[in-house]
Structures are given as structure tokens and as C-alpha cells.
T-cell receptor, first 111, second 113 residues
Framework: TQLLEQSPQFLSIQEGENLTVYCNSS?????LQWYRQEPGEGPVLLVT?????EVKKLKRLTFQFGDARKDSSLHITAAQPGDTGLYLC???????????FGTGTRLKVLA | DAGVIQSPRHEVTEMGQEVTLRCKPI?????LFWYRQTMMRGLELLIY????????DSGMPEDRFSAKMPNASFSTLKIQPSEPRDSAVYFC???????????FGPGTRLTVL
């Protein structure tokens, strides 16, 4: 069974701080997605990375796909209260349409 | 544009009762996914439809669970009989094609007493 472990599970930081969330697996993925989910809503896609070593930036968010396509990281610079939410990574299974979701990181940014 | 619509938003029922969850995908999308989310197991794919045809139901936990998609604009997930361990948030998502971005609905929070 493919597993995607995210760390940390919970993170509470002050506004303006930087943070990094990790997504790790022993499996190779065709692509990797990051989602953010707010209470009472479904996950919303932030980014998809496809190539090993790929780096994508979305304003203050930087996403990186590991060279071996087994892991990924999400770095947030100068976090804001609006960044609060559940961050989920999802790995695409090779040769299929399926994505396996990670265990999630619950982020709280205090004003 | 309306996103994925799910109903009801909340459902509380007693063990043994039948539960039907409904989903209206985004118009024009040809792929539909049902997921279940719990604290213990995270977000799990239950079943996937493409062009209204069930392609993969390997994530459906038991025979008590069934899903249908009678047309391109409607899908149901039925649990009969329901059990307390079925309590979770159930999400429907749709996409245009197999590998494109999935758009999630707001979910149905199911509580089985």
C-alpha cells in the first residue's frame, strides 16, 4: 500500500514566520499535487508538479518535487492568518488516474 | 459558474438505516470521484466514473456501499445498512479528463448513531 506521510502533522506559528511542510513516500509518483482545505469545504488544488526537481512558486508559496519523484516540500514565506488550513499532498500513481492523498498538515497562523 | 454540488450537507441517521448522498458535477466534466475523509484514515478514493461508467470501485469498503451515475449531471452514493464506522465526510469531485485538476464539492458530513 502506498503511503504518503506528511510532517509536521500540526503547526502553529506567528504571522510573519516561515515554514516548510514535507511529504514523503517510498513510492515513485507520476506527479504530485498540493491542496489546501478549509473547514467545511473540499480541498482546493494549489499546484501540480510533474518533473523531478521541479520548483513552482505561487506568490509566497514555493513547491518542490524531489529529484526521485518520491517526495515534495511546501515552503511558505511570511505566513499570514489567511494561510491557515489543512494542507494535503497527493501523489499520482504511475500509469493511472489515481492520486493517493497524504496524511495532512494542519497549519494555524496566529495574528 | 456553479461548482460541484453535494446534498445533503449534513446527515444524521441511526445504525441500520439507508443513506443516500447526492452529487452534481460541474457541467462538461466527464470524470467523477467519490472520496471519504476521516481523521484516522485521511482522504480515501471510493469509486471513479468516466463518462458515467464506473471504472474503478476498488476503494468501496463493503457491499453495503454502492454508487450510481445515471447521467452526466448526477451521481449517488448509497450506504445500506449504515453503521457507526461509516461516519465521515464524503466528498464528490469532478474533472475534465482523467489526469486534470479535480474540483471538490463541499462534502456531506455523515453521522451514524
Amino acid at each position: 500500500t502506498q503511503l504518503l506521510e506528511q510532517s509536521p502533522q500540526f503547526l502553529s506559528i506567528q504571522e510573519g514566520e516561515n515554514l516548510t511542510v514535507y511529504c514523503n513516500s517510498s513510492s515513485v509518483f507520476s506527479s504530485l499535487q498540493w491542496y489546501r482545505q478549509e473547514p467545511g469545504e473540499g480541498p482546493v488544488l494549489l499546484v501540480t508538479v510533474v518533473t523531478g526537481g521541479e520548483v513552482k512558486k505561487l506568490k509566497r508559496l514555493t513547491f518542490q518535487f524531489g529529484d526521485a519523484r518520491k517526495d515534495s516540500s511546501l515552503h511558505i514565506t511570511a505566513a499570514q492568518p489567511g494561510d491557515t488550513g489543512l494542507y494535503l499532498c497527493a501523489g499520482g500513481l504511475m500509469g493511472t488516474y489515481k492520486y493517493i492523498f497524504g496524511t495532512g498538515t494542519r497549519l494555524k497562523v496566529l495574528a | 459558474d456553479a461548482g460541484v454540488i453535494q446534498s445533503p450537507r449534513h446527515e444524521v441517521t441511526e445504525m441500520g438505516q439507508e443513506v443516500t448522498l447526492r452529487c452534481k458535477p460541474i457541467s462538461g466534466h466527464n470524470s467523477l470521484f467519490w472520496y471519504r475523509q476521516t481523521m484516522m484514515r485521511g482522504l480515501e478514493l471510493l469509486i471513479y466514473f468516466n463518462n458515467n461508467v464506473p471504472i474503478d470501485d476498488s476503494g468501496m469498503p463493503e457491499d453495503r456501499f454502492s454508487a450510481k451515475m445515471p447521467n452526466a449531471s448526477f451521481s449517488t452514493l448509497k450506504i445500506q445498512p449504515s453503521e457507526p464506522r461509516d461516519s465521515a465526510v464524503y466528498f464528490c469531485a469532478s474533472s475534465l479528463g482523467d489526469y486534470n485538476e479535480q474540483f471538490f464539492g463541499p462534502g456531506t458530513r455523515l453521522t451514524v448513531l
